[in-house]
T-cell receptor, first 117, second 113 residues
Framework: GAVVSQHPSWVICKSGTSVKIECRSL??????MFWYRQFPKQSLMLMAT?????????EQGVEKDKFLINHASLTLSTLTVTSAHPEDSSFYIC?????????????FGSGTRLTVV | AQSVAQPEDQVNVAEGNPLTVKCTYS??????LFWYVQYPNRGLQFLLK??????LVKGSYGFEAEFNKSQTSFHLKKPSALVSDSALYFC???????????FGTGTLLAVQP
């Protein structure tokens, strides 16, 4: 089946540094990827929708300059947390729609635990 | 506004007993409905979905869910719970008016041996 590989699984960084999270679709082309943020014991909050070759669409309240999303190819989308601060510590998850299924199916990456110290 | 509700933060059930995790939705048009399971520090694993057709949907690991249009519900069920079913379960919906998957707040299922 369609698999989305997300790396790294966890990362610890110092406050003020930037962290890049990669999401790759394996064996299929993901024209659209979604980035979510999840706080402890809470639901997934959609941050942005990433479309290959165009600018990402951010949800209201999400800082575009802080959470940089790049979807330069049909198999790779990246989320860069710039100038990270402790409040950015969270679990980040990407997802992609199944090829040919659109909104009928989604596959998720395994998530990235970001801790900013 | 479109939304998905999971009224129970936690469901406790004894191993071997049937389990139900509740979900109701409010989306426009004919919704696509999903259930996902999440283990600690992991992404979401797909369990099942309702697109159209038979209201009773069977999914992975013995789970099933029933789509009830009149009650706008999509409750997750399993006839006999296992300790290994203990995890966080999310209900999600995709309405026709938006290209977004809307998640419920999640229900923690705890199965006691």
């Amino acid at each position: 089946g369609a698999v989305v590989s997300q790396h790294p699984s966890w990362v610890i960084c110092k406050s003020g540094t930037s962290v890049k999270i990669e999401c790759r679709s394996l064996d299929f082309q993901a024209t659209t990827m979604f980035w979510y943020r999840q706080f402890p014991k809470q639901s997934l909050m959609l941050m942005a929708t990433s479309n290959e070759g165009s600018k990402a669409t951010y949800e209201q309240g999400v800082e575009k300059d802080k959470f940089l999303i790049n979807h330069a190819s049909l198999t790779l989308s990246t989320l860069t947390v710039t100038s990270a601060h402790p409040e950015d510590s969270s679990f980040y998850i990407c997802s992609a729609t199944f090829p040919g299924q659109g909104r009928k199916g989604y596959t998720f990456g395994s998530g990235t635990r970001l801790t900013v110290v | 506004a479109q939304s998905v509700a999971q009224p129970e933060d936690q469901v406790n059930v004894a191993e071997g007993n049937p389990l139900t995790v509740k979900c109701t939705y409010s989306v426009s048009g004919n919704p696509y409905l999903f259930w996902y399971v999440q283990y600690p520090n992991r992404g979401l694993q797909f369990l099942l979905k309702y697109i159209t057709g038979d209201n009773l949907v069977k999914g992975s690991y013995g789970f099933e869910a029933e789509f009830n249009k009149s009650q706008t519900s999509f409750h997750l069920k399993k006839p006999s719970a296992l300790v290994s079913d203990s995890a966080l379960y999310f209900c999600a919906a995709h309405g026709g008016a938006t290209n977004k998957l809307i998640f419920g707040t999640g229900t923690l299922l705890a199965v006691q041996p």
